[in-house]
T-cell receptor
């Protein structure tokens, strides 16, 4: 019930294309769904996050789509750029003080020119 | 926003030697604090987390330990390092579901 599944494991997209990463969770108590971006040799950085009371959140070229009934959420990167090449982690948590953040296994994205 | 400080950035230690990695948090009080380990090309393995001074929860059995002597200080230790302890160690801090990560420490045990 605590697991977050993420696919694909790796993704290659042409510059200008759309990158799509999908995640699924089981615990309906989760109420906060962040995405993290990690460049090689660096710590993950919070990219964008969504709460289950909205179905979509957009920040620049990054959009989270959320389907509460299916317990799925996805990250869309529009007009993908080589600088977007990184590992992306989805995550889920409960917005209380004492709970851990559960991370997906990660997706390695390569954007080729 | 919060800033997580970690040091050193890289560390090479022989098998059997002790370890002490320190993490400090700036910009918030009473954060939840976390230690993760990441193998090359792999995901984030939660090692320890703390919700307050002196309160440590261990996620995996290993020869590592953690301590939180002050509200914004989190220390990862080992008395005797193993080859399998090599990896990228990340400290994170946050509240109410959000986590902010430090720059990480690359540990190589030889």
């Amino acid at each position: 019930q605590q697991q977050v599944k993420q696919s694909p494991q790796s993704l290659i997209v042409q510059k200008g294309g759309i990158s799509i990463i999908n995640c699924a969770y089981e615990n309906t108590a989760f109420d906060y769904f962040p995405w993290y971006q990690q460049f090689p040799g660096k710590g993950p950085a919070l990219l964008i996050a969504i709460r289950p009371d909205v179905s979509e959140k957009k920040e620049g070229r990054f959009t989270i789509s959320f389907n509460k009934s299916a317990k799925q959420f996805s990250l869309h990167i529009m007009d993908s750029q080589p600088g977007d090449s990184a590992t992306y982690f989805c995550a889920a948590s409960r917005r209380t003080s004492y709970d851990k953040v559960i991370f997906g296994p990660g997706t390695s994205l390569s954007v080729i020119p | 926003s919060q800033t997580i400080h970690q040091w050193p950035a890289t560390l090479v230690q022989p098998v059997g030697s002790p370890l002490s990695l320190e993490c400090t948090v700036e910009g918030t009080s009473n954060p939840n604090l976390y230690w993760y380990r990441q193998a090359a090309g792999r995901g984030l393995q939660l090692l320890f987390y703390s919700v307050g001074i002196g309160q440590i929860s261990s996620e995996v059995p290993q020869n590592l330990s953690a301590s939180r002597p002050q509200d914004r200080q989190f220390i990862l230790s080992s008395k005797k390092l193993l080859l399998s302890d090599s990896g990228f160690y990340l400290c994170a801090g946050g509240r109410v579901g959000e986590q902010y990560f430090g720059p990480g420490t690359r540990l190589t045990v030889t």
